[in-house]
């Protein structure tokens, strides 16, 4: 479901232009066809420089290690990281494939037995044998042929005989060697690819190059108005199809213009352009300009048709017919209703089969259901400071366990607030308590506590309820409201109230099962997590959600008794789900799979507009703001990366699809993902801590919705795709901000342990 927009750079930019093959098509005319000057995708561009060595203990070489190496280490003047577990794995770029020797230096873990360590070396999937490392630091070498290199990235795998375990948890040790750097011979580095001139002239040093995913199913064309290499080599210029060491196909030119042409496919692929010496070349020579770089639609595909994400911001809300969506008639009041902790695939308008939220399901009858709604995020700070800032947690930092809101952004309440709207919010969650810059723009603000019969940490959805409604009944004038709700009645720990628990798990084994404690217990395998127990794990965390769904249902009923409800827009979300040992681990904050990221978005329109629509696109947290001022027919401010959702919600507009980007960064968790179109890319960012999960894990969410089979190895193009969409997203979003630091009561400290925010 894509808009046709008007023109397709932008959406080549943050997209960074995914690509159709290139084969012998009949002729196509290209005349009167739009052309896109690919220069400006050079930053975003996945760069090719080849790399000679690799500095084992050093911060600006980490990002060469893959899996299996433990933190920077130094010690008698050497840097080095241990290998640990069975393998460790690390990356190196070869831009034209030829027979190098590779030359490793460490030792051995120091074995009871006296024996040193046995080392299996792997290159792209092929064996080359095994090396004898002693327990004194030592160069082995090892010859890399040709034909088990590839162009681009590569990988070297080191497949350890023993380790050494000791320890658990976050202390467990498992030494297998020490590794103090690794060459390459002969390869040496070059200069970066890089834009020359007002013309925008592509410069290649010698042995190096540059790929662009690109998605084009329409087809067209790559065209360059020249190429200069003095004679020196060619720039390939070639077509890369999805698929380990599958062949380019292109040309080679040394001088002169020319065209490849690109056949229409539905599969990304990679436009690849490299700089290769003639034999004997000195590499320190200049290298070679590519001029006039562009790619060219066929004049039969209408403007910006290209699929893929749009890049940059929207502005005003289009409808179908191209005009503008006016802004709900009377200013709309408010209303944001969070429940903390809410899987979307435990809520019955998401299709669950238990009936955990009865209230929901009846407003979604009567508003807008956002299908594939994403959270920015897999904990409660960053994402409802992007719900309420507007701003990618990428921009906003506020990530950590003590980071508060920069005091420089201005807030959606603020921004209503100076407006006219009377702004409210009432939360139960210390994290987005005023201690943590929540309160900007709230005339009042309310962080209830404890819930009835004294259970730390977790103050029940009723008590918001008389919060909010003692506020209401409190306004008079004929301003509209903005008041942000925060319930947190479905987070750990699960001990929901009567009569839900008993109607959901009515024969409970453990009266302490959904207690904090025991959930660590069953991640860590001391008790087992057989079925019957996960099942009433399960059950008290839907009785949970059905206790605050059935105070939701009663705010409902009394704005409707109040006359409210036609009148007010309102907004049921959660900010992050809940892991049930999808992906080994119990809670949330600590991954970006699918269980922590697919939240409920619900929509309900001022007078009932849209009932029973779905919008089956995805869309996002960074989304909130934009639509919510558009509706209150306040404009736009500058650097909001999401879009106004209010055409899709009051006219049916269709909605391109953008990729979608997601940040955790708490503790010594630090990963990445970015999804498009089905398939979705987790990266680890901090590669200091050893973990056991790989750097980058690509999963096709079509074929596999539950995140079980990685397939980042065997689909490098839709890799480099979403790679080059964390790029362009980094790049489009300019600096981050810089936090404030909390100060902690004993209060608040005694509160967020209970929740498990603190050790």
Not at 472 to 498: I, K, N, R
Not at 502 to 515: A, H, I, M, N, Y
Request: glycine share 12%; proline share 8%.
């Amino acid at each position: 479901m894509s808009d046709r927009r008007p023109n397709p750079l932008p959406q080549l930019l943050l997209a960074c232009l995914a690509f159709a093959a290139c084969s012998r098509p009949a002729p196509v005319s290209f005349e009167g066809g739009e052309r896109v000057d690919l220069a400006p995708l050079v930053p975003a561009a996945g760069a090719l420089v080849e790399t000679p060595a690799i500095d084992v203990g050093t911060p600006e070489d980490r990002p060469h290690l893959a899996r299996g190496f433990g933190p920077d280490e130094s010690a008698a003047e050497t840097t080095f990281a241990w290998g640990m577990g069975e393998e460790s794995d690390l990356r190196f770029t070869v831009v034209a494939p030829r027979d190098l020797k590779a030359r490793l230096r460490g030792w051995s873990y120091p074995f009871e037995d006296g024996r040193g360590q046995r080392v299996g070396v792997v290159l792209n999937g092929r064996a080359l044998g095994d090396l004898e490392l002693g327990g004194a630091p030592e160069t082995l070498a090892v010859d890399l042929p040709a034909s088990a290199l590839l162009v681009g990235e590569n990988r070297l795998e080191l497949r350890y005989e023993r380790f050494f375990d000791s320890g658990s948890g976050r202390n467990r040790r498992v030494l297998a060697a020490a590794w103090d750097g690794f060459r390459f011979e002969p390869l040496a580095a070059g200069a970066a690819p890089a834009v020359e001139g007002e013309e925008g002239a592509l410069r290649l040093a010698w042995q190096t190059g540059l790929e662009l995913p690109l998605e084009l199913p329409d087809g067209g064309a790559i065209e360059w108005r020249g190429v200069e290499t003095g004679g020196r080599g060619a720039v390939a210029i070639e077509t890369v199809a999805e698929g380990v060491g599958t062949p380019a196909e292109g040309v080679r030119v040394d001088s002169g213009g020319g065209r490849l042409v690109l056949a229409p496919a539905a599969a990304p692929r990679l436009l690849r352009l490299r700089a290769l010496p003639a034999a004997g070349t000195d590499g320190a020579a200049p290298g070679a300009l590519v001029r006039g770089l562009e790619l060219v639609l066929p004049p039969t595909v209408a403007a910006g048709s290209t699929k893929g994400a749009s890049g940059g911001t929207d502005g005003d809300s289009v409808a179908p017919g191209g005009s503008p969506v006016p802004a709900a008639a009377k200013r709309p009041n408010v209303l944001v209703y969070l429940v903390d902790t809410l899987r979307a695939d435990h809520v019955g308008a998401y299709g669950y089969g238990k009936p955990t939220t009865p209230a929901l399901d009846a407003v979604a009858r009567q508003g807008i259901v956002c299908a594939a709604a994403r959270a920015q995020s897999s904990w409660t700070r960053p994402t409802v400071a992007t719900i309420l800032t507007g701003l990618h947690p990428i921009t906003h930092n506020t990530m950590d366990k003590l980071q508060r809101l920069p005091e420089e952004i201005e807030t959606l309440p603020e921004r209503l607030q100076a407006a006219g709207y009377r702004t409210g919010y009432v939360t139960t969650n210390a994290n987005v308590s005023g201690k943590f810059g929540f309160r900007q723009g709230t005339e009042m603000f309310l962080y209830l506590t404890d819930r009835r019969g004294g259970r730390p940490g977790k103050a029940d959805a009723g008590r918001v309820n008389e919060a909010a409604i003692r506020w209401l009944e409190s306004l008079e004038g004929e301003a509209p409201f903005f008041l942000y709700l925060h319930t947190v009645d479905p987070h750990a720990p699960y001990l929901p109230d009567e009569p839900y628990r008993s109607r959901f798990v009515p024969d409970l084994d453990d009266e302490g099962l959904g207690l904090r404690r025991s959930l660590a217990r069953l991640e860590r395998g001391q008790v087992e997590a057989s079925e019957r127990t996960m099942a009433q794990l399960a059950g008290l965390y839907d009785a949970e959600i059905a206790g605050n769904d059935a105070a939701f249902g009663e705010l409902v009923e009394y704005l409707k008794r109040a006359g409210l409800w036609d009148s007010t827009l309102v907004l049921f979300v959660a900010d992050h789900g809940e892991e049930f040992l999808d992906h080994g681990k119990m809670e949330h904050g600590r991954t970006l799979y699918e269980e922590q990221l697919r939240v409920p978005m619900v929509w309900k329109l001022p007078n009932g507009g849209g009932a029973g629509r779905r919008i089956e696109t995805p869309v996002e947290q960074i989304d909130v703001a934009p639509t919510i001022l558009e509706a209150a027919g306040i404009d736009r401010p500058a650097g909001l990366p999401g879009r106004s959702l209010w055409a899709a919600l009051a006219t049916g507009a269709p909605l391109d699809e953008r990729p979608s980007v997601a940040l955790l960064d708490r503790l010594s968790y630090a990963y990445e993902a970015v999804y498009h179109r089905g398939f979705k890319l987790i990266r680890r960012i901090d590669r200091t801590v050893y973990r056991e999960r790989p750097l980058e894990q690509l999963f096709d969410l079509g074929l596999d919705p539950f995140e079980r089979l990685d397939r980042e190895r065997e689909l490098p193009v839709h890799r480099a795709l979403l790679e080059s969409k964390l790029r362009a997203l980094r790049a489009a979003l300019g600096p981050t901000l810089t936090p404030g630091e909390a100060e902690l009561d004993p209060e608040l400290e005694r509160t967020l342990r209970a929740l498990g925010y603190i050790n």
